[in-house]
DNA sequence: GCCAGCACAGTAAACGTTTACAGTACGGCT
DNA sequence: AGCCGTACTGTAAACGTTTACTGTGCTGGC
């Protein structure tokens, strides 16, 4: 693997100098004489530029990087896989950062801006704290948070509305005649776990139903956790009716509980998931579930980033993508 | 966001040369005396390296990147849930590139090498041309391969055993006294699709059962070509007893269509998926598939390319990592 | 008392670009 | 013929590091 060619070495092959080779090469106006010299000593070299020595002197690295929680869960996917086509077209890597949940790491990746390797930062942490924002608001690049921050914090920010989509969930279930509404949840120090807690008791009461603690279990966003979760309920109160699920993973979960117990989906529990991911539709039965427009709000965060990049004076936005309820079989008695 | 202080500023403020701010940032050794100095006014600055600059100097970006076809495939999504982790306790950074199965933006990225801007690449080509090969060889960073190449490219590469998979499931299904097996693949020109190809003919042949090109249906890779596949086989000959699909997807899809045409899984159709996905488990019936270890390959990928990085000077290695046949519903007449 | 050797610290060059500024050649105008 | 403007091209500095080499002041041995 021999060094490459520099912008050196097609000076001295052209016969000109290094400026006018870096002018050709950015298409700035020259003798088509020269132009020709120095391109065909390029291609006969097969020279490439160096994009670091390009980025120390623009300061521009054409990097962009996203930062989650873990990349094997669908919703993170899903904004990947939305963000990317974005950033490419737009001409830029995407750099991608697994923080495991961990805020540690979060603060990690935060400060490593300073090292400049990015020109900018969508991040989708999943617990806020003021460290956090602290960082965020004196970050050394721009930064798109997606998810929820305090209102009133300087920075640009795409929030799904969980709120409204756990109302969603609760109001299909109560209109479809369930009255014992089970309620399994994330982590509660999380920010999408405090949404939904909150969003739970409120939906409840718009619908006239009480809350009760008993129908409430708190675990964390994954299968296993959900399987466990609703285990404990089972065995508190055999009769639920229908299950809300924090997640979808979480609902599968439940759904392998429900079966072992025998109970029937959706006849004697109907289930409800959140997140709307593939797994949904591939589950069995079908789930029922609250897209938070995982993709939409992949797509917004970079499209804000962009703009930014674009125009560093612009007042920071916030982007709200609204839920939609997504109807399957585990929801419908008739399926 | 104000430009952040440099080992210059750093210097001026602790009245010493540039070259002992460096040497103390890199732990060589100092007098304490100048070590606290620099250390406090680092501190009091909130210095941060510049990774452009050091890049540039130390010919290393701590930067790997992962080329794959759709980040949307969960095969790859299970080789990145392992890529990242062995990276990132190296010290390195993962670059996502997805080319979306256009050759030439897979040459795109081989030649984007000589921009420098990682230091090695991890590559999953679906179609391997002449081009490609020539540019693995010559490339200007380490590359690693997961997939198929000819033997003797002086490349490392990672492969799946996909002939042998193949013969797992099409042997599972032999001995559980299916006759008519019909296969849904993909497209003949992709490597994975050759391989299959090629190996399911072989196993009907070890299992002393005739090839019937009427059973074979070659479609895409993707959930609805599969469903649309299944279809054009089913309105041909109705009565296949089981299915080979050259994939998780293919097979959801086929299970959709099954479901369609009243047949039951698997009293009346066995299925049989590949790569075990995360799909395959969630699916209804629970899916029987191949694993082909994506898992493993990725792991592996990341830990040659580290290796290589270490010794630039080592043979190529070619690993091999065995399939596994994960039996579940979809081929279990006593579910 | 002198010099060798040591332990640092500082100077400056280098990594490969981009770009401000200075220089040059030439054609056309007066 | 002299001058000016035009249209380039070349020189050199800069981006922020790392590091080879040179310099300096001290310690210790004779």
New binding site residues.
Partial sequence: MP?????????EHA????????????G????????RKVMRAADELG????A???S????RTHQIAFAMADIGNPVYLAMVRQIQPVLKTAGYRLVLHSTDAVVADEIDVLRSLGE?YVDGLIMSPIRVTDDHLKMIENARAPVVIIGLVPDGTAVDNVRADSREGVRLAVGHLHERGRRRIGFLNGPLDTVPGAARDAAFREALEECGLPYDPALVEVGDFYREAGAQAARRLLERDGDVDALMCANDLIALGALDVLRQYGKRVPQDVAVVGMDDTDLAAASWPTLTSVSLGSAERGRAAAQLLLARLEDGGRAPTVVTVPPRLIVRESTLETS
Same sequence: chains 1, 2.
């Fill in positions: 060094d490459g060619p520099t912008i050196t070495t097609i000076a016969g000109v100098s290094i400026a006018s080779v870096s002018r050709v090469l950015n700035l106006p020259t003798r088509p004489e020269t132009e020279y490439v530029r160096n670091v020595a390009r120390l002197k623009s300061r400049r």
